[in-house]
């Protein structure tokens, strides 16, 4: 199995959730099958380079999209990536099977509570939320994996992140 972790933070230099979450995933090596790439590191003028991207997926079998969770979505570059890698006759569309199979999981990190996701009185669950990125894979006919989701991203006590981060290791060599 191998795993591409795409890494989406704009500011990694100011991030303690994901950048937690990266460190914990960045020393594993190709010989654990996880390649890890800081997206917003790689394109900083936000210049995706599609077949460089493209390439990576289809040597892949797991893509993990990891990112904070910002204004109910993803950083900017994230949407910009779909726009652009997930194209028409790669993606979907005649000949477009590329993804098909592959398993697809979000790892986000929320500044709220797991209860204002959970409680329909505040609007959306979890679940909810994310369902650009399910329809995402479901057109593609990829597999949509569990999400592995971290709350109260900004608040959590030295040890709590390091669990989380720990968990996430584990979810990637599973
Ligand atoms: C522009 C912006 C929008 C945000 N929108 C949300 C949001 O919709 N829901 C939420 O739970 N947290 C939101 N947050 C909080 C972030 O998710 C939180 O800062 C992030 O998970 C912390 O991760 P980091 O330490 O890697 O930066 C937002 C933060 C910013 C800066």
Redesign the pocket.
């Known amino acids: 199995m191998k795993t591409l972790v795409l890494v989406f ?1 704009p500011d990694m230099a ?6 937690a979450l990266m460190a914990a995933a960045r020393p594993l090596s190709e010989d654990d099958g996880v390649t890890v790439r800081d997206e917003y590191a790689l394109y900083p003028d936000g210049k995706i380079d599609v077949k460089a991207e493209q390439r990576l997926i289809e040597t892949h079998d797991r893509i993990v999209f990891q990112f ?5 979505s993803a950083p900017a570059l994230l949407k910009e990536w779909e726009d652009k890698v997930l194209e028409f006759g790669w993606a979907y569309g005649p000949g477009g099977e590329a993804l098909k199979g592959k398993s697809i999981m979000v790892a986000t ?4 509570p797991r209860t ?1 996701y959970r409680d329909e009185d505040n609007g959306a669950t979890m679940d909810e939320v994310l369902s650009p990125y399910r329809m995402m894979v479901r057109y593609t006919h990829a597999v949509w994996l569990k999400p592995f989701v971290v709350f109260e ?2 608040e959590l006590s030295d040890e709590s992140l390091a669990e989380a981060a720990r968990d996430y290791r584990q979810a990637l060599l599973r």
């Open positions: 933070h100011k991030s303690r959730a994901n950048a904070p969770m910002y204004w109910y990190t929320a500044g709220g204002e991203s900004m």
